[in-house]
Nanobody
Framework: QVQLVESGGGLVQAGGSLSLSCAASGSISSIRGMGWYRQAPGKKRDLVASITRGGDTNYADSVKGRFTISRDNAKNIMYLHIDSLKPEDTAVYYC?????????WGQGTQVTVSS
């Protein structure tokens, strides 16, 4: 089992920056990769960034250049830094962790960008 807790969401003006954190606990050694998803009202949950156990990263085209995913393996924390926030970035942001047979989710953190 893996437990994930996100933090760092809030209300931000367009053009601003924000950092989200995801603290992992439990069977950390079983995690193969982690990622950040977001879900806007009335829309499906989409992957925006991912990072492998080895540190390789991948981003959705819509966020490349503005989103940066990273992880601190010593602290078991994954981060998502967002620059140049846009109103369309408004969503609930979820972190996820994948091991060999399961996907684990955090409870989500709301990010609201005002224009």
């Amino acid at each position: 089992q893996v437990q994930l807790v996100e933090s760092g969401g809030g209300l931000v003006q367009a053009g601003g920056s924000l950092s989200l954190s995801c603290a992992a606990s439990g069977s950390i050694s079983s995690i193969r990769g982690m990622g950040w998803y977001r879900q806007a009202p009335g829309k499906k949950r989409d992957l925006v960034a991912s990072i492998t156990r080895g540190g390789d990263t991948n981003y959705a085209d819509s966020v490349k250049g503005r989103f940066t995913i990273s992880r601190d393996n010593a602290k078991n924390i994954m981060y998502l830094h967002i620059d140049s926030l846009k109103p369309e970035d408004t969503a609930v942001y979820y972190c996820a962790a994948v091991n060999f047979d399961s996907t684990y989710w955090g409870q989500g953190t709301q990010v609201t960008v005002s224009s």
